[in-house]
């Protein structure tokens, strides 16, 4: 694997600002602002240099910095919280040059991040970029497509603060154009209010239209093995950054290509972090995210006669009468009600209050739904 950003083709000062000609700092095109600037000045005052984290690798980072790209030492930014460790897109503040060994004094404020659970028994979250404004999920269209997979990263998505896009690659593989309608209408009725693209890396498909929408900011690119993540950040760049593999003729799974999380600056502004394709999509503490996803649910259970209905079996259930009537899919109750259990039980284990609250409405429910058995055999009788 290979980088645009590394120690030996360091950017200057001088070829950054040819990326922003009018900006007043080489970092510019890395995302520093004004308020960066402001967040950063009571470091400066300590002789502290900034920089952007553009790759993490046991124990040591690579940033972007006024002179270049320098690597330094993250010993001094060991956080009990693993989602608060030094991640790709962090801003730091830095040791000045001279310095030897070189360390991350400190990170600034994040204004976002992108989190999901580990596989660990321990409850912990994992941090996947920081400070992003657009979170790219990346779809193979070689394969089926798994409408539940894709509402679990749009849950992590909106949670994160990011505005998700959905991108449907291998479009090529697709010639009806009759089937390329169908598959993005059912992705669209899967990420209510999320840009759905299609493009073909391969062939330059869709991606002006990608690259107009992504901006200037920081975007990360996610995705499932074998989604086509290297080869859509490589037409991206337009360079040959990132190694690519071919997929598994078997099942169209990939061969995890990208190991590390890496930063890289895109020629028409903004920069792209791309990310190891992701086995598990483990939520973690999204209850809002989960929410935006499902939003015609959110919507139709106001009117449900419960406030606190579970559009389970409840009486006056607006859900289950939207099922019903064919205004909503099953499929998509039974995602929501999964992703919202799943959610419910990552808040319990990790909060002592959300676990006492679980508990006792299972004990409500489980009252209730002896009182309405108890009701329905005094009719029968």
């Known amino acids: 694997m290979s980088s645009s950003l590394s120690p030996s083709s360091s950017p200057s000062p001088s070829s950054a600002s040819a990326c922003a000609p009018s900006s007043p700092s080489?970092?510019?095109?890395?995302?520093?602002?004004?308020?960066?600037?402001?967040?950063?000045?009571?470091?400066?005052?300590?002789?502290?240099?900034?920089?952007?984290?553009?790759r993490v690798d046991r124990g040591m980072c690579d940033l972007v910095t006024p002179e270049g790209v320098v690597r330094a030492d993250t010993e001094f930014v060991v956080p009990r919280d693993p989602a608060k460790v030094v991640c790709t897109g962090d801003w730091a503040a830095v040791d000045?040059?001279?310095?030897?060994?070189?360390?991350?004094?400190?990170?600034?404020?994040?204004?976002?991040?992108?989190?999901?659970s580990t596989s660990s028994k321990r409850s912990e979250a994992?941090?996947?970029?920081?400070?992003?404004?657009?979170?790219?999920?990346?779809?193979?269209?070689?394969?089926?497509?798994?409408?539940?997979r894709i509402e679990r990263f749009l849950a992590l998505a909106w949670e994160s603060g990011a505005q998700?896009?959905?991108?449907?690659?291998?479009a090529d593989l697709v010639p009806d154009p009759t089937g390329l309608s169908y598959l993005v209408q059912d992705v669209e009725t899967t990420a209510p209010g999320v840009p759905v693209l299609t493009v073909s890396a391969l062939h330059g498909d869709g991606l002006d239209g990608l690259t107009a929408l992504?901006?200037?900011?920081?975007?990360?690119?996610?995705?499932?093995?074998g989604a086509g993540k290297s080869t859509l950040a490589n037409a991206l760049v337009g360079d040959a950054v990132m190694d690519v593999q071919a997929t598994r003729d078997a099942d169209g799974k990939g061969?995890?290509?990208?190991?590390?999380?890496?930063?890289l600056a895109l020629p028409s502004g903004g920069v792209l972090i791309d990310t190891p394709g992701l086995r598990g999509v483990g939520l973690w503490d999204a209850g809002t995210g989960v929410g935006q996803v499902f939003a015609e649910i959110e919507e139709l259970a106001r009117d449900c006669r419960f406030h606190d209905c579970a559009h389970d079996n409840e009486p006056g259930c607006a859900v289950?009468?939207?099922?019903?009537?064919?205004?909503?899919?099953?499929?998509?109750?039974?995602?929501?009600?999964?992703?919202?259990?799943?959610?419910?039980?990552?808040?319990?284990?990790?909060?002592?209050r959300a676990r006492a609250e679980m508990k006792r409405e299972w004990k409500r429910r489980g009252a209730m739904g002896k009182a309405m058995m108890q009701a329905k055999r005094g009719r029968q009788r």
Request: charge should be positive.
């Open 320 to 352: 289950l009468g939207a099922v019903e009537a064919g205004a909503l899919p099953p499929r998509r109750l039974e995602s929501y009600r999964k992703l919202v259990r799943e959610n419910q039980w990552i808040v319990a284990k990790t909060d002592a």
């Open 96 to 116: 000045p040059a001279g310095a030897d060994p070189r360390y991350v004094r400190t990170l600034l404020p994040r204004r976002t991040a992108f989190l999901r």
């Open 214 to 225: 992504l901006g200037r900011g920081t975007t990360v690119l996610l995705g499932t093995s």
């Open 26 to 54: 080489p970092l510019s095109p890395y995302g520093w602002d004004e308020d960066w600037d402001a967040a950063f000045a009571p470091y400066a005052a300590k002789g502290l240099v900034p920089g952007r984290v553009v």
């Open 126 to 148: 994992q941090v996947l970029a920081a400070n992003v404004d657009h979170a790219l999920v990346a779809v193979s269209l070689a394969v089926e497509l798994d409408l539940g």
């Open 255 to 263: 061969r995890h290509t990208t190991t590390t999380r890496n930063l």
């Open 164 to 170: 998700p896009v959905v991108v449907l690659t291998k």
